[in-house]
C-alpha cells in the first residue's frame, strides 16, 4: 500500500509549447492538475502526498516565470484553502519556504496552522527545497547543538539527522513519481527517498488527473520490495 506518494510535477513548459502558449499557461494548468490529484488522493488510500512545486535551483528561471510561481502558489493558497480545510486537508510545506517573501509567507503559516488539525490527507508542498539545502540545513543544526554542548556528537545517528529534516514526523515516501519522462531526482527528497519506488510517466504534469494517479498506484502495488533483505 502507498501511503506516501512523493511527485516531481514536470512538464508544464512542454505542455505550453505544443499548444503554441507561453510557459506560464502551463503552470497555471498544472494548478488543475494538483487540484485534481489533491482530490483523488484520499479515495486511492494515500495519507501523505508530497508535492515538488519550486525547488532551490528554480531561482535560476527568469524573474517573470519565478514571479508568476509565486503568484500562483499564492493564489491557489488564497482560494483553495477553505475546501482543502473542509475536505480534512492538512497542508504543510517543506524547503526553505520561510525564506519567501514575508507575505507568502504569512498566508502559508497562516493555512497550515488553520489545518494542522485535520487527519484526512496530509498535503505537503515543497517550496524552495533541495534536498541537499536540506541536508545542509539538518547538518548545521547537529554542529551547533554539539558546539553549545546540547548534543554528544558520539550519539548521532540516525534518528538525530532525520528529527532535523524538514520532513520529521513523516513516513519517508513510498514511491515518488515524476512526470513528463524525465529520468532524474533534481535534489528531491535525497535522503528520505532511500528506498522509494519509482514510478515514471510521459504524462506531462497538466495533463495528469486521478485516473493517471490510480494507474500509477496500481503500478506500486505490483512492486516487490526488500529493503535490503530478501
Ligand atoms: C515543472 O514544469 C514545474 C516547475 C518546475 C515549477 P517545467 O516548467 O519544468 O516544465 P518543462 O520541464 O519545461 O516542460
Ligand atoms: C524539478 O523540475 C522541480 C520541480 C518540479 C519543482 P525541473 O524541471 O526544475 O527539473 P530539471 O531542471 O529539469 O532537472
Ligand atoms: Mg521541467
Do not use: C, V
Given at each position: 500500500m502507498c501511503r506516501h506518494l512523493a511527485i516531481i510535477m514536470d512538464g508544464n513548459g512542454r505542455w505550453a509549447k505544443a499548444r503554441r502558449l507561453p510557459h506560464i499557461a502551463g503552470h497555471r494548468e498544472g494548478v488543475q492538475a494538483v487540484r485534481r490529484v489533491v482530490e483523488a488522493a484520499p479515495g486511492l488510500g494515500l495519507e501523505v502526498l508530497t508535492l515538488y512545486?519550486?525547488?532551490?535551483?528554480?531561482?535560476?528561471?527568469p524573474a517573470a516565470e519565478v514571479s508568476d510561481l509565486m503568484g500562483l502558489l499564492k493564489h491557489y493558497v488564497q482560494s483553495e484553502i477553505n475546501d482543502l480545510h473542509r475536505n480534512g486537508v492538512r497542508l504543510d510545506f517543506i524547503g526553505d519556504?520561510?525564506?519567501?517573501?514575508p507575505d507568502l509567507v504569512a498566508l502559508l503559516d497562516a493555512a497550515r496552522l488553520r489545518t494542522?488539525?485535520?487527519?484526512r490527507l496530509r498535503l505537503v508542498m515543497a517550496l524552495n527545497y533541495g534536498g541537499q539545502n536540506e541536508l545542509l540545513r539538518a547538518a548545521q543544526s547537529l554542529a551547533i547543538a554539539a558546539a553549545a554542548g546540547q548534543?554528544?556528537?558520539?550519539?548521532?545517528?540516525l534518528h538525530a539527522i532525520e528529527s532535523r529534516?524538514?520532513?520529521?514526523?513523516l513516513p519517508p515516501p513510498d514511491a515518488v513519481l515524476r512526470t513528463s519522462g524525465e529520468l532524474r531526482l533534481?535534489?528531491?527528497?535525497l535522503w528520505q527517498s532511500a528506498y522509494a519506488e519509482f514510478l515514471l510517466t510521459d504524462t506531462l504534469w497538466p495533463d495528469f488527473d486521478g485516473a493517471a494517479l490510480a494507474r500509477a498506484l496500481d503500478e506500486f502495488s505490483r512492486r516487490e520490495r526488500r529493503f535490503g533483505g530478501r
Open positions: 512545486a519550486f525547488s532551490s535551483e528554480n531561482w535560476k528561471r519556504w520561510r525564506a519567501l517573501k494542522q488539525g485535520n487527519g548534543l554528544d556528537p558520539a550519539t548521532i545517528d529534516l524538514d520532513t520529521a514526523g533534481s535534489n528531491f527528497l
